[in-house]
């Protein structure tokens, strides 16, 4: 586009019209970091009334933006500039990925006449993370900017959500050019399941004698969990979750058997083996939920419920196949009560059977139990926000979620650093919220930088990092799987947290006896301002049951069977 | 073997976007020929091999925003071997 040979029409750069097209969005907030190739978007930032984030590391910002998107179904945005701002972006756009998570990404890039002559700062973001996005677009003309904006927000949020990449060269986030004419775009098409698929359903779950269904994370993604519950309450189906399906049915539910998969609940691990009708909705069947594939659920006829068709039959191969808007599909399945009165009562008793214990031995403070403790003491406004590890599994274990939104876990990832970063997106995208990020002593090195942002933005973030000086879940798998040949796991001269978190200016405290941990969560809770809470446990304790690899799911390894405690 | 014709958008790494997914998919491309469609579009026509599906390949392909149509040739078998590739046959 040329400038307008009109004085009268206003001239806007590139960076101003990108900005607009970020606001008729709806953005609010952005996270991000500025730098060379970026500088222009940052100047035009002054005054746009967009609200930005300055992270501590580019990654900081993209699983900021991650948990925003998470929390708010609309498109986290996070912005860097080119080379290493760029490919420090790239662990949070794979995050958003692989858990269907809404994001735009804006990277400055090296001015067009220089991109493929190895610039300064350049790299190839857009080849870069090409596998890992729902689409991308190197911006080569500012007339497409606005139409090419709202396309990459609607992309990102439509259908099944992921993250859309922007690459904005410098000169053309400084070229001026008259404001183009903007049509907005027609509304994204909106598939709806077909009818007669979900016939097909009604009838396949009508003649299940044991019936199960697994709840996904796309029933949060796709805003379906009242419809779910409905479905549920309707047909009296046992219900089991995913990880990222934590809370679709509130776990206190009678019809809820707990999660699945390696590190999932007996009842919910023996109810899929034995179960002859399994309907999978929004989820899909990754290995860390079914164990050896070839031996999950054997008997199981299974409807699949999912927006995304190349998820249909991928692992496993669905019976029936309803493809298109969950909640949908869902309202119309209704086959009258699914299933035999006995196997309800069967998956009653195993939960009872498979009931978590908080009596463990030892003198130390048991993690399972100080999360229980939390989750069931907080106020209903209490969303947790999870790094990676022995703690992430602890937390999915036993931590009580009655909304799905309520869990922020880094699933497909498992992104080490995801949880102090996500609590700072959740705590701006839902500023009412009680947010609590759970972390390791190994994760919360990985992102332990925004700890800076946290108080510059004084955010109130409550953290609970839970130190056993390890490595934990590698150094479990060492000690079951690798002949207790402890290899790189000890992280015994872990820096002093408790004196970390002073030098950010966060309060803290530092626990290490059962009896300390009401008046710590108490004061954990009650602080005003960020605070975190460090609790000393210990490093032997691993996290049970643990469905061995290459192990069918009902096959699940308890504390007793293991070698040593 | 499974061969398919897709035609795509003349969008910035489409054709990158549509050879990575088949290769990351694990199917190994065997051959590529790209055209262009009157409408300034793109057409590939690849042949890949692996055991897995040539319709679950078709639709990740169809994921992609750049992927307008994706067409799986029948697989043929030529005396007890997949057929070699088959000339697909301009539609344009």
Same mark, same amino acid.
């Given at each position: ?32 970091? +500025? ?110 900017? &606005? ?40 509304? *994204? ?7 007669? *698929? ?20 796309? =029933? ?16 009296? %189906? ?84 309803? =493809? ?10 209704? &086959? ?31 993690? +399972? ?9 907080? @106020? ?50 839902? @500023? ?67 004196? %970390? ?5 966060? &309060? ?30 210990? +490093? ?26 | ?85 088959? +000339? ?5």
């Amino acid at each position: 586009m040329t400038a307008s040979p009109n004085p009268a029409v206003k001239l806007r750069s590139g960076s101003q019209m990108l900005i607009d097209a970020l606001r008729r969005n709806g953005v609010e907030h952005v996270f991000g970091y +500025p730098g060379g190739a970026i500088m222009p978007l940052y100047d035009a930032l002054v005054g746009s009334g967009l609200q930005h984030y300055l992270c501590r590391h580019e990654q900081g910002a993209a699983l900021a933006a991650d948990a925003y998107g998470r929390s708010t179904r609309k498109a986290g945005v996070c912005m860097a500039t080119s080379g290493p701002g760029a490919t420090n972006l790239v662990t949070g756009i794979a995050n958003a990925f692989m858990d269907s998570v809404p994001m735009v990404v804006i990277t400055g890039q090296v001015p067009t006449a220089l991109l493929g002559t190895d610039a300064f700062q350049e790299v190839d973001i857009f080849g870069i993370t090409l596998p890992i996005v729902k689409h991308s677009y190197i911006v080569r003309d500012i007339a497409t900017i &606005p139409h090419l904006v709202d396309e990459a927000f609607q992309l990102a949020q439509g259908g099944r959500p992921g993250p859309v990449l922007i690459d904005f060269p410098k000169d053309i986030s400084t070229a001026m050019g008259a404001e183009p004419d903007y049509q907005p775009l027609p509304p *994204a098409e909106f598939t709806l399941p077909d009818t007669k *698929a979900i016939k097909t359903a009604s009838e396949v779950l009508g003649q299940a004698r044991r019936p199960l269904v697994i709840a996904g994370g796309g =029933i949060t993604i796709s805003d379906s969990v009242q419809a779910f519950r409905e479905f549920a309450a309707h047909t009296g %189906v046992p219900v089991t979750a995913t990880l990222k399906g934590l809370g679709v049915m509130p776990t206190d539910d009678d019809c809820f058997v707990g999660m699945l998969g390696m590190h999932g609940n007996g009842a919910a691990n023996h109810a899929v083996q034995n179960c002859d009708v399994l309907v999978v909705v929004g989820a899909r069947f990754d290995d860390r939920a079914t164990g050896q594939l070839a031996q999950f659920a054997p008997s199981a006829r299974v409807i699949h419920l999912d927006i995304d068709p190349a998820e249909i039959s991928k692992l496993r191969r669905a019976e029936v196949a309803v =493809i298109g808007d969950l909640a949908t599909a869902l309202d119309g399945i209704r &086959p009258g009560t699914a299933g035999r009165a006995s196997w309800r009562a069967q998956c009653a008793a195993w939960k009872k059977e498979f009931a978590w214990r908080y009596d463990a031995p030892g003198k130390g403070i048991y993690a +399972p139990k100080l999360l229980r403790d939390l989750s069931r003491l907080s @106020p209903g406004d209490l969303t947790i926000t999870c790094d990676v590890g022995q703690h992430q599994m602890w937390v999915a274990q036993h931590c009580k979620f009655d909304d799905p939104l309520d869990h922020l876990s880094s699933g497909g990832l498992g992104t080490m650093g995801y949880g102090l970063p996500a609590a700072i997106g959740v705590k701006i995208a839902k @500023p009412e919220a009680t947010v609590v990020c759970v972390s390791g002593d190994g994760s919360i090195m990985m992102n332990i930088q925004e700890l800076a942002t946290i108080k510059r933005y004084d955010l109130e973030v409550k953290i609970i990092l839970l130190d056993n000086s390890a490595l934990g879940l590698v150094r479990q798998w060492q000690e079951l799987f690798f002949n207790e040949n402890y290899s790189e796991v000890d992280l015994s001269d872990n820096p002093d947290f408790a004196l %970390v978190a002073e030098a950010f200016g966060i &309060p803290s405290r530092s626990i290490s006896k059962p009896g300390e941990v009401a008046a710590a969560l108490d004061w954990l809770l009650s602080a005003e301002g960020p605070a975190l809470l460090h609790v000393s446990i210990n +490093p032997r304790e691993n996290v049970w049951p643990l469905v061995a690899p290459g192990n069918p799911n009902h096959k699940m390894m308890q504390a007793n069977s293991a070698k040593k405690r | 073997m499974h061969t398919l014709r897709i035609q795509i958008r003349d969008n910035d790494g489409a054709v990158l976007r549509a050879l990575g997914l088949i290769e990351r998919r694990c199917y190994r491309l065997r051959s590529c020929v790209i055209g262009e469609t009157n409408d300034g579009g793109r057409t590939m026509e690849v042949s890949v091999s692996s055991s897995r599906s040539g319709d679950l390949l078709k639709r990740q392909l169809e994921r992609l925003h750049d992927v307008m149509k994706v067409e799986l040739q029948p697989v043929a078998i030529v005396d007890g071997q997949h057929s070699a590739i088959r +000339p697909l046959g301009r539609r344009n």
